[in-house]
């Protein structure tokens, strides 16, 4: 399979983005450009990373050294926590770029809206992703972990709305709320830990699924994801997991299967990474 073979969604400012990608939240700073080169070997021409991840270099190293013409490549990143104020995020911006090693940037988020912190002032962070769109070196912006009521004030305030919400979405927690905010929008959702870290793969129904359909239930779970209509991006450092989530569109789950898997939902309590509400962390 090549990256052909990966549908694309539109995004609401024209722009397009393949559905599936490959994340590197927490491959190893040191282990980032071999990783990512044997993802592009794989086929997978987006990649998701970001400033707290640390291994934006890594990246960088993999996507100068494939030869892969840029046109064919899209590429992530975020903003730190460390770095809300207007100013810091204008720095922030440019550095990610150089670290890359990118004149233009495809998608840049607010990673997290702490509106514990900045006086509660996501608004004016998000205003600089816009002035970065505006000027060039970014093609869109977007947000993750926004939770409803954060999508509202910005766009309220700003006029201007993300393309994408990056969130936590998995069969365990569908997340309804915040996909169901951000398409009231017009934002697509990109699913965040689509395989909760392999926490859903062990599930029996899932398992049953997977039998049915002669597929791992980590390909049945990607495939909900898409049938949904989510970007996804899992994560691995091995090639023959690489390979394995890369192969989900030779196969499509019955309605039936999609119902008895999003009856998983947990609510809250299948949540595995922070509430975006109470979330502080700031990086030193
Ligand atoms: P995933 O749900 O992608 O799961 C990754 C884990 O599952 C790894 O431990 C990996 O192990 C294992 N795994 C991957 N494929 C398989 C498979 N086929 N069978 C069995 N185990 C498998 O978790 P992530 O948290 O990494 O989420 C994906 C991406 O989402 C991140 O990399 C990042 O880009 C993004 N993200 C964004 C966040 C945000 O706040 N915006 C928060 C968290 C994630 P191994 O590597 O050993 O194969």
């Known amino acids: 399979m090549t990256s052909q073979s990966i549908p694309t969604i ?6 397009s983005i393949p ?28 990649i998701d990373t970001a400033e707290m991840y640390e291994n934006e270099a890594g990246v960088g190293e993999a996507i100068k050294a494939s030869g892969i013409p840029r046109d064919e490549l899209y590429v992530t990143s975020k903003l730190s926590n460390a770095w809300h104020e207007p100013d810091d995020a204008r720095r922030a911006f440019d550095e990610t770029l150089t670290t890359l090693g ?6 840049f ?32 912006a977007g947000v993750s972990n926004f939770e409803p ?5 910005i766009v309220e305030e700003t006029g201007i709305v993300p393309v994408v919400n990056q969130i936590e979405v998995h069969p365990f927690f569908g997340n309804e709320e915040a996909r169901a905010a951000s398409h009231e929008h017009g934002i697509k959702v990109e699913a965040w830990s689509p395989i909760a870290q392999g926490a859903v793969l062990d ?8 039998a049915a359909h002669g597929r791992t239930p980590s390909q049945v779970t990607l495939r909900w994801h898409v049938q949904r209509g989510d970007i996804v991006f ?8 690489m390979r394995e989530n890369f192969a989900i569109f030779d196969f499509e789950l019955t309605p039936e299967d999609m119902e008895a898997i999003t009856a998983l939902d947990k609510g ?10 109470a979330f502080d962390y700031v990086p030193d």
């Open 10 to 15: 539109p995004l609401h400012d024209g722009t």
């Open 19 to 46: 559905q599936l990608g490959f994340g590197v939240f927490q491959v190893p700073p040191e282990d980032t450009a071999e990783t990512v080169t044997k993802a592009f070997e794989v086929g997978y021409r987006h």
């Open 102 to 107: 990118l004149d233009q940037l495809d998608l």
């Open 109 to 140: 988020l607010i990673h997290w809206p702490l509106p514990m912190l900045y006086d509660g002032d996501y608004v004016s962070t998000w205003k600089v992703l816009t002035e970065l769109v505006a000027d060039g070196r970014l093609r869109s």
């Open 149 to 153: 009521d954060h999508l509202d004030r």
């Open 203 to 210: 599930d029996e129904v899932i398992g049953k699924i997977a």
């Open 234 to 241: 899992p994560k691995s450092v091995r090639e023959e997991r």
């Open 268 to 277: 809250e309590d299948g949540r595995t990474g922070p509430n975006p509400d």
